[in-house]
């Protein structure tokens, strides 16, 4: 794909994102897209072949976007419990920019969440490859005691897509979206459990 095909087809995803957010996807037409990128509609739909294409071309982007901030932090030097912290912070916080940056699309995810899901298969694929390296990592460091880090990946994996709404409605509502309050519950279940200590 030649770089000025990369760029009209990003130039595109960005004027329909942007349109999405101030106006809503139902509201936004292909005509719309067309009109405000300066690209016509034969172009646009060299592309797109319609608005859903164009929309979860518009997911993927965003899911990138997320994917890119916990891939960095997967690859910082820090030993693994650090790293894991890192990484529910910066995944809860990344999803609520994404999220607190696309205006009337985030009310969309709420009534479209099984094509929202769909879109972000490849992404979850990834996310738990990440989360079930970092485990490892902290079994190797001697950091974590873990029986089986494919079922303690995927555990914590959903721990933290079940934090996503909640957080997404909070921001909404209006909450920082770095607000970590979230981010510190799950990490002080993760490290230290429901159990009692007992004090020495």
Not at 128 to 133: A, L, Q, R, S
Not at 148 to 166: H, Y
């Amino acid at each position: 794909m030649s770089e000025v095909v990369v760029k009209t087809r990003d130039r595109l995803i960005e004027v329909a994102r942007q349109l999405f957010a101030r106006i809503g996807v139902d509201n936004t037409t292909m005509n719309d897209i067309a009109t405000a990128s300066e690209k016509g509609r034969r172009t646009l739909y060299t592309y797109f072949k319609s608005k859903t294409e164009i929309y979860n071309a518009v997911l993927q982007s965003e899911l990138k976007i997320l994917y890119d901030s916990l891939e960095a932090v997967a690859k910082k030097n820090l030993p693994a419990d650090e790293k894991m912290v890192e990484y529910i912070h910066i995944r809860l916080e990344s999803t609520g920019k994404v999220v607190y940056r696309n205006g009337t699309l985030r009310a969309y995810f709420f009534r479209d969440t099984r094509r929202v899901e769909s879109a972000r298969k490849a992404y979850d694929e990834r996310d738990f490859k990440v989360i079930k390296g970092i485990l490892e990592e902290g079994i190797e460091q001697g950091i974590f005691e873990i029986s089986n880090s494919t079922r303690t990946a995927l555990i914590l994996q959903n721990v933290m897509k079940g934090m996503e709404i909640p957080y997404i409605r909070g921001i909404i509502n209006g909450f920082s979206p770095s607000d970590s309050s979230e981010a510190n519950s799950i990490i002080d279940l993760l490290f230290n459990g429901i159990k009692k200590h007992k004090t020495t």
